[in-house]
């Protein structure tokens, strides 16, 4: 049975970058249900503006890495961006068409399941987790489902929106396991433009094929739109793509958890829809899970941060 691999110890910049990342992406599920735009043009025009942004960048700072990703043993590492560009396109696909299906909040909890598929991805993977992992992970998503109020109506509409929302979680996970592997070799900005483009291009495909309007809309929506390229997708994944060298795709998944009741806080800040008792027991639930996971992780970690005999730990890749 394998072990987790070796990261360096979590320090306050990867801190500030997880909580500025749960913060960005607790803003998209009520702008997406907000937006008057089909959710795919809105996923689609989300990750090209993203990968506009990010682009020149990556192209003037990192050309020799994306050289490298195309020979040899860099091969490897640029499979992994383009399969995470797949597996978030799938996600986008899944996930946002189904906030308009069901409840914003059936579909945010349902999508919160991630972190179990997260965690049955590393266990096949032969990464051992320890049973406190297992039971945060489970609290913090019972918790998710409180706080969020999910209701699983029983009208077709309703119940496609629900397996549209589980599918959504499936590909998440998948999307994030591959960003670890892919995060260990590969900087930040390399890997988010090319995994973003991907993700772009596929979108386009399915919009085009399907005949999903990409133009035309108002001026609001288009503002919802940069406010997702600027918060979800640049603040919120990008962030957490950057802590994946430093923190495994399963704390991830649970830290993303925090976006159900982010969400709902947000939506009290923003239209006055004070949370209810459920949404503060549930809160409670998600941060209880969060910590297990996040110390329960950190403990097995620990030994591994001690000095080997091959010398230190190279430097993370920003």
Avoid: K
Avoid at 8 to 29: I, K, M, N
Avoid at 126 to 145: F, K, M, S
Avoid at 227 to 253: D, E, I, K, P, W
Wanted: overall charge positive; charged content about 10%; proline content about 5%.
């Amino acid at each position: 049975m394998s072990t987790a691999p070796h990261r360096p110890p979590l320090d306050p910049v990867t801190t500030g970058a997880l909580a500025l990342a749960v913060v960005a992406v607790s803003s998209s599920a009520p702008l997406v249900a907000f937006a008057a735009a089909p959710a795919l043009a809105v996923a689609f025009w989300r990750n090209l503006l993203s990968v506009a942004a990010l682009g020149p960048f990556a192209v003037a700072r990192r050309r020799a890495e994306f050289r490298s990703l195309t020979v040899g043993a860099g091969r490897r590492g640029g499979r992994y961006c383009v399969l995470s560009g797949v597996a978030l396109a799938a996600h986008f696909a899944t996930w946002m068409p189904s906030t308009r299906l069901t409840s914003v909040a059936a579909a945010t909890a349902l999508c919160a399941t991630q972190p179990v598929w997260q965690g049955l991805i590393a266990r096949a993977q032969g990464h051992r987790l320890p049973g406190v992992v297992w039971v945060g992970i489970a609290v913090a998503v019972a918790g998710a489902g409180v706080a969020t109020g999910a209701d699983f109506a029983v009208s077709g509409r309703a119940v496609a929106g629900d397996l549209l929302a589980v599918a959504g979680g499936v590909f998440a996970a998948v999307y994030t396991a591959l960003g670890e592997r892919a995060r260990t070799t590969i900087s930040t900005t390399t890997y988010t433009t090319i995994c973003y483009g991907v993700c772009a291009l596929l979108l386009l495909v399915v919009c085009l094929v399907g005949r999903v309007p990409l133009t035309g809309f108002d001026i609001d929506t288009w503002l919802v739109v940069l406010a997702l390229v600027a918060g979800a997708q640049l603040l919120g994944h990008s962030m957490f793509n950057y802590a994946l060298r430093r923190v495994s795709a399963t704390t991830v998944s649970v830290l993303v958890l925090l976006e159900a009741p982010g969400a709902a806080l947000l939506g009290w800040a923003w239209l006055g829809q004070l949370p209810g008792l459920a949404t503060l027991l549930g809160l409670a639930l998600l941060l209880a899970g969060v910590a297990v996971v996040v110390l329960g992780a950190g403990r097995r970690a620990a030994p591994a941060a001690a000095p080997t005999r091959g010398g230190p730990a190279r430097p993370a890749r920003r």
